[in-house]
Each structure stands twice: as C-alpha cells, then as structure tokens.
C-alpha cells in the first residue's frame, strides 16, 4: 500500500507519533473493526476510529435515533431523529472520512447471525446497551477467537477491558459468568447516564482497538478499568481467567452459541425473598 | 564528505512543519538501515527541528551544509 499525497496530510499527526509512522498508518488502513451499536459508546468509537484511518468499519445497530438519545450519542443531530442510528452514523462517518469504508448492519444481532458478521473483522468493540447482546457478543468473539474491547456505563460510572481468552487472557464471563436477572442491574434508561461519561469510556474503547491494530503499548487485557466522574477517578482491577468459565475454563457448558438461552430471566426468587425480608 | 554514497534524495523546501519532518520520515521508512538520506530543506524552523526529530527516531546526522539559499542534511537510517 502506497500512502497518497493527500492521506499523508490528513494522518500527518499519526504519521508523526513514533510508533505509528508509516507502516502503523498502512496496518490501520488495512484494518477491520466492528462496532456493536452506534449509541452512547460507539459514537466516539466510531469517529475517532474512522477519523484515524481504520479501513473498514462494520456498525450494528437495529434502533431509530430518538430525541433522548442526543444527550449522549454524538454522532447523531436533531435533523435525524427517526432514521435508523446506522445510516445516520454512515452519513457522518463518510462525510468525516471518505477513505474509509462503512459497512451497516441494521438488522438486531442474534445468534444465528453474529458468528457470520464478525467473522470478516479484526476487533469487536461492544458498546451495547443491554446484556443478552453483551453476553452474545462475548460468546461469539470466543467462538470466532476475535480481540473484544468492552464498555459499559451507568449513571457516573464506566468501565472498559479487553478480553482475548484465545490468547490466554480472560473472557467477560471469566469476569461475570452469567446475565444477572432483570431488574437487578437498571439501565440507562432507568437510572440515568451523564452523557460526557459515555465519551470517555467510548474514547477508551477506540484508544485500545487502535493500540490493538497497531501492536503497541501494554493493553487492557487481563485488567478492568473502572471509572468513576464523581471523584474523578480511574481504578485497575486484575482480571484472572476462571477455570471454572462456563465458556473459557477447563470444562466449558457452552461449546456453542445454541448451548445458551440468551434471554433474561425475571428476578430470582432469592432476590424477592431478601426484599419482603427488608419489610 | 565528498565520499559519503547518497541513496535517495528529497527536497522539503516547499513544506510546512510538521509535513517537512512527515515527509523525510516516511522517505526513511521506505529505505533500508544504513543507507544515507539527502533532504534539501530551508533555513531556519525546518533547519532547527527536522535534524532534532530525524535523532529523536535513532537516524544518524551526517552531515548539515549550506548551499545556495538552502541547506542540505545527510541522514544515515538507522
């Protein structure tokens, strides 16, 4: 790959960072990502990852914009509320980058076809908003033995990690081995989201997917980093793999995506029984 | 220094930083370790941070000579 006169110009600021250089350009040009949704997290993935010069971006994402989404998902303006969040993300992204090339899915990712979509990728990114898709995405990139860097964000809170259990480090199941129930966790919807806290677990997620593609660094894997906007502070957890991994240990239930019930279960009885007793 | 074998040439007078040093960078990229580099650059601002950034990355500065109205480095890659 040769770099044009006018692709030096615009990744001159990559070009210049030592590790990256020319070379580090051309691996990003030649690089594969895919973003599960193109919500709070996956806008600031996908446009620092395009406005670096990842060569092909894959965006997931089966939802309309809605004017609450705006708050957060700063890909998408006023003007297009009611589109579907993939075209509205491909129009900025190509307007942000032409050299690069946007494949949209606007179809929900289910079991059935997840294994076939991430396939032609390097990384997955999972910025998804619920956890049967987080589980999903997981279990598919096992499967797929593909890179997975993970956000996920609450209220003044967020956290990031990468997992490459085929390369020895954990899973996310490794970390939280099952869905919680319903209503154990709330969501966004639910308790509420500090937008600019999306931006910068999103902003995470593509600073280790660039790390990732250019080989450089020391990476998220193995460590969870939580991130807290009220006091303003980053802490790094050690994440060990778990022998016991339903998906990744020595004695796997799950040795396929049809092995599991991706859907979530009503709150477990334990949980209402601890509540009367709270009365 | 007359007898030092010059590999590739490139002339960086029409640049602006940083796209003076982004050019001689990648010329260097695309050249294999020991061979020699002669950029043509201006004086002043290209002159004070192009051989600064060309050591920063380990290349070895040859040689730095006026000529004419610009200057001519000699950059052996590392």
Same mark, same amino acid.
Not at chain 1, 27 to 34: C, D, E, R, T
Not at chain 1, 96 to 103: A, Q, S, W
Not at chain 1, 169 to 197: H, K, N
Not at chain 2, 20 to 35: A, D, I, N
């Given at each position: 790959? =040769?770099?044009? +006169?006018?692709?030096?110009?615009?990744?001159?600021?990559?070009?210049?960072?030592?590790?990256?250089?020319?070379?580090?350009?051309?691996?990003?040009?030649?690089?594969?990502?895919?973003?599960?949704?193109?919500?709070?997290?996956? $806008? @600031?993935?996908?446009?620092?990852?395009?406005?670096?010069?990842?060569?092909?971006?894959?965006?997931? %994402?089966?939802?309309?914009?809605?004017? $609450?989404?705006?708050?957060?998902?700063?890909?998408?303006?006023?003007? %297009?509320?009611?589109?579907?969040?993939?075209?509205?993300?491909?129009?900025?992204?190509?307007?942000?980058? @032409?050299?690069?090339?946007?494949?949209?899915? =606007?179809?929900?990712?289910?079991?059935?076809?997840?294994?076939?979509?991430?396939? %032609?990728?390097?990384?997955?990114?999972?910025?998804?908003?619920?956890?049967?898709?987080?589980?999903?995405?997981?279990?598919?990139?096992?499967?797929?033995?593909?890179?997975?860097? $993970?956000?996920?964000?609450?209220?003044? +809170?967020?956290?990031? $990690?990468?997992?490459?259990?085929?390369?020895?480090?954990?899973?996310?199941?490794?970390?939280?081995?099952?869905? @919680?129930?319903?209503?154990?966790?709330?969501?966004?919807?639910?308790? *509420?989201?500090?937008?600019?806290?999306?931006?910068?677990?999103?902003?995470?997620?593509?600073?280790?997917?660039?790390?990732?593609?250019?080989?450089?660094?020391?990476?998220?894997?193995?460590?969870?980093?939580?991130?807290?906007?009220?006091?303003?502070?980053?802490?790094?957890?050690?994440?060990?793999?778990?022998?016991?991994?339903?998906? !990744?240990?020595?004695?796997?239930?799950?040795?396929?995506?049809?092995?599991?019930?991706?859907?979530?279960?009503?709150? !477990? +009885?334990? %949980?209402?029984?601890?509540?009367? *007793?709270? =009365? | 220094? &007359?007898?030092?074998?010059?590999?590739?040439?490139?002339?960086?007078?029409?640049?602006?930083?940083?796209?003076?040093?982004?050019?001689?960078?990648?010329?260097? &990229?695309?050249?294999?370790?020991?061979?020699?580099?002669?950029?043509?650059?201006?004086?002043?601002?290209?002159?004070?941070?192009?051989?600064?950034?060309?050591?920063?990355?380990?290349?070895?500065?040859?040689?730095?000579?006026? &000529?004419?109205?610009?200057?001519?480095?000699?950059?052996?890659?590392?």
């Amino acid at each position: 790959m =040769k770099l044009t +006169e006018e692709q030096i110009y615009r990744y001159s600021r990559n070009i210049l960072l030592p590790e990256v250089g020319g070379s580090g350009q051309e691996k990003l040009l030649s690089s594969k990502v895919f973003c599960v949704g193109v919500g709070g997290l996956g $806008s @600031p993935v996908a446009l620092y990852l395009v406005a670096a010069g990842v060569g092909t971006i894959g965006i997931a %994402d089966a939802d309309q914009v809605d004017i $609450s989404n705006l708050q957060r998902q700063v890909i998408h303006f006023t003007d %297009d509320i009611g589109k579907p969040k993939t075209e509205s993300a491909k129009e900025k992204l190509k307007r942000l980058n @032409p050299d690069v090339n946007v494949i949209v899915y =606007k179809e929900a990712i289910t079991k059935k076809n997840i294994r076939d979509i991430i396939k %032609d990728y390097d990384i997955v990114l999972d910025g998804s908003d619920n956890f049967p898709t987080r589980y999903l995405v997981n279990d598919a990139c096992y499967f797929e033995k593909k890179t997975l860097i $993970s956000g996920a964000i609450l209220q003044f +809170e967020g956290q990031v $990690s990468v997992f490459k259990p085929f390369a020895g480090g954990p899973c996310y199941r490794c970390l939280y081995p099952e869905i @919680p129930p319903l209503g154990m966790i709330p969501s966004c919807q639910e308790a *509420g989201i500090l937008g600019a806290v999306a931006g910068i677990i999103g902003t995470i997620q593509a600073v280790e997917a660039l790390k990732e593609i250019l080989q450089i660094g020391r990476s998220l894997v193995g460590r969870l980093l939580v991130f807290n906007a009220l006091n303003m502070s980053f802490t790094d957890i050690k994440v060990k793999k778990d022998p016991n991994c339903p998906l !990744c240990g020595e004695n796997p239930s799950i040795r396929d995506l049809s092995d599991y019930d991706y859907s979530q279960r009503e709150e !477990c +009885e334990f %949980d209402l029984a601890s509540l009367i *007793g709270n =009365k | 220094m &007359e007898s030092i074998k010059i590999d590739e040439r490139i002339d960086i007078t029409k640049e602006i930083c940083p796209m003076t040093f982004v050019k001689t960078k990648l010329k260097l &990229e695309s050249m294999r370790s020991g061979q020699v580099l002669e950029v043509t650059l201006k004086g002043g601002e290209p002159l004070k941070n192009v051989p600064k950034s060309v050591r920063e990355e380990g290349h070895k500065i040859l040689d730095i000579r006026k &000529e004419n109205d610009h200057y001519k480095i000699l950059i052996e890659r590392r």
